[in-house]
């Protein structure tokens, strides 16, 4: 993009455009593309661009009104938006289906959530069998399936996301327009099971390991950063793969069913990461594993004023 005066020239064009023009001009100001990142610009001209006929910034909004993202947050405003959407477009009858079948409050908080198992006391380690459904499961694949990227670790001299032979899944990072109100509503599931808010946790993430691919021994908790990751959610999205099963070092040996989830506590008493929660993902030998992963911070992640009302 040449001078500023050229990109003014670009951004006053799409304004005045077409539905297509709104929502490109919506994710420049979603993402800090060309322009400042500004999200609630962006849910406005999404909601330009979805009265304007396109699906997919009623999408995105819809995703915004759920999670809070640039605006106040309406959980039932979200569905209704999302009831509407389905009676033309698949997906998002597939995602209402989801919703209708579990036991939500007016939030989207979860009334309720299946039992846990002690696997260590300490450090804690906890298993929940069947805390998605094997519908979700599903739907996650599927949801993550054209964003899966080759993964990258966070480097520790630079601080920057690269890639690494640590880690070498795919993965997909479902960011909050990314965030469909079934992610949503098991994000709202994982942070029950964490008994923190579900703001603390970083974007969940969907990866795909194949043949040959694993995780290396790791601990999540990153040294010396401020706001730790102090939890991690796993949960198994699919059976029928060789290998790949998760391992602490202090010996336990993890391969949950569809829908179980793997829950463990990366720092100890002082909030210092602990190293007795270093594990790996097991090279995959046959098939295809999938795992849903969320790192839960000690404090919101990505702060927004307007999140916090009715969270
Ligand atoms: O693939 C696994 O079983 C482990 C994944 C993991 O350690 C992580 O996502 O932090
Ligand atoms: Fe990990």
């Known amino acids: 993009m ?26 420049w100001f979603d993402s800090g593309r060309w322009v400042a990142q500004d999200r609630a610009h962006a849910r406005d001209l999404f909601g330009r661009a979805a009265d304007a006929g396109s699906p997919q910034a009623d999408t995105i909004l819809t995703n915004f009104l759920g999670n ?9 405003a979200a569905v209704d938006r999302l009831r509407q959407r389905s009676a033309t477009d698949e997906r998002a009858a597939f ?16 009334t309720e959530i299946a039992m846990d198992q002690l696997l260590s006391a300490s450090p804690n380690i ?6 998605l459904t094997k519908g979700e499961c599903a739907y996650l694949a599927v949801a993550a399936g054209p964003y899966l990227q080759p993964a990258t670790v966070v480097d520790n001299l630079s ?15 479902m960011t909050p327009p990314l965030e469909s109100l079934v992610i949503q509503a098991i994000n709202r599931r994982l942070a029950a099971a964490t008994e923190t808010n579900v703001y603390q946790g970083e974007p969940l993430q969907v990866l ?14 990153i040294p010396s950063l401020d706001n730790q990751r102090v939890w991690t959610a796993l949960v198994y999205l699919n059976d029928g793969y060789e290998g790949g099963e998760t391992q602490f070092v202090s010996g336990a040996f993890v391969r949950g069913q569809t829908g179980t989830a793997l829950i463990f ?3 100890d008493d002082e909030g210092r990461p602990d190293k007795r929660t270093a594990h790996r993902g097991c090279p995959v030998t046959k098939g295809t594993k999938l795992l849903a992963s969320r790192w839960i911070r000690e404090r919101p992640f990505a702060p927004d ?7």
């Open 208 to 221: 795909r390991y194949q043949p040959g691919q694993e995780y290396k021994p790791h601990i999540d908790a």
């Open 265 to 267: 506590r990366n720092v």
């Open 159 to 173: 601080g920057k996301a690269i890639r690494n032979p640590i880690r070498t899944s795919e993965t997909a990072v």
């Open 95 to 110: 995602e209402l289906d989801l919703i209708e079948q579990m036991d939500l409050d007016e939030n989207g908080n979860p």
């Open 126 to 131: 906890r298993l929940v069998p069947g805390l």
């Open 68 to 76: 809070g993202t640039g605006g106040s947050r309406d959980w039932a």
């Open 305 to 311: 004023p307007n999140q916090h009302a009715n969270a």
């Open 2 to 27: 040449a001078d500023a005066g050229h990109l003014q020239d670009a951004i006053g064009m799409l304004e005045h455009g077409d539905a297509d023009d709104l929502f490109e001009l919506g994710v």
